[in-house]
């Protein structure tokens, strides 16, 4: 069965400082896609960054990138300088397969931005 | 943030009642997607629809019923729920299906559902 982990429930972090969260999934399919979510409180939840698995590069977004550890299944995300609009939870997804929707999400991180 | 909206924001209903979402996303998007997120469970996918097609139900109790009369709109029609049914309901929407062209959803801000 697919699985998407986020063993961190909660984070914090200076701002101006890096913060990484991690997020570990499992499939059999050999396409499938990687994504970070922020849903900051009380507002809608938007798309951070996406990696397709079969693209060795590392995606970047502005401050935000990812370790994507493919033979590991982790997919880390990286937010440099971190600022309070950050602040929000941010989950971790998988999208496996083509034309199916095997798309399964973790629990979740919350990331706090201390000033 | 008004590309996808949905009404109500809140809703209380006893577990006799019948009810219905609102979701309207306003991007010429073809596809429209139902998630419930419950507190310390992952986001669940309900519902996909296509070009106002149904294409995936994945495994939901048929208390629930989506609707899709047209491209910008999508309902989900609530009867006999159940307390465990409480949670806040995402719509989303798509250019393209998730599996086949733009993967990037845009997601409503959500209905708070409290079912007593």
């Known amino acids: 069965a697919q699985t998407v982990t986020q063993s961190q429930p909660e984070m914090s972090v200076q701002e101006a400082e890096t913060v990484t969260l991690s997020c570990t999934y499992d499939t059999s399919e050999s396409d499938y896609y990687l994504f970070w979510y922020k849903q900051p409180p009380s507002r809608q939840m938007i798309l951070v960054i996406r990696q397709e698995a079969y693209k060795q590069q590392n995606a970047t977004e502005n401050r935000f990138s990812v370790n994507f550890q493919k033979a590991a299944k982790s997919f880390s995300l990286k937010i440099s300088d971190s600022q309070l609009g950050d602040a929000a939870m941010y989950f971790c997804a998988c999208l496996s397969g083509s034309g199916t929707y095997k798309y399964i999400f973790g629990t979740g991180t919350r990331l706090k931005v201390l000033a | 943030e008004t590309g996808v909206t949905q009404t109500p924001r809140h809703l209380v209903m006893g577990m006799t009642n019948k009810k219905s979402l609102k979701c309207e996303q306003h991007?010429?998007?073809?596809?429209m997607y139902w998630y419930k997120q419950s507190a310390k469970k992952p986001l669940e996918l309900m519902f996909v629809y296509s070009l106002e097609e149904r294409v995936e139900n994945n495994s939901v109790p048929s208390r629930f019923s989506p609707e899709c009369p047209n491209s910008s709109h999508l309902f989900l029609h609530l009867h006999t729920l159940q307390p465990e049914d409480s949670a806040l309901y995402l719509c989303a929407s798509s250019q393209g299906l998730l599996a086949g062209g733009n993967y990037e959803q845009y997601f409503g801000p959500g209905t708070r559902l409290t079912v007593t």
């Open positions: 991007l010429g998007h073809n596809a």
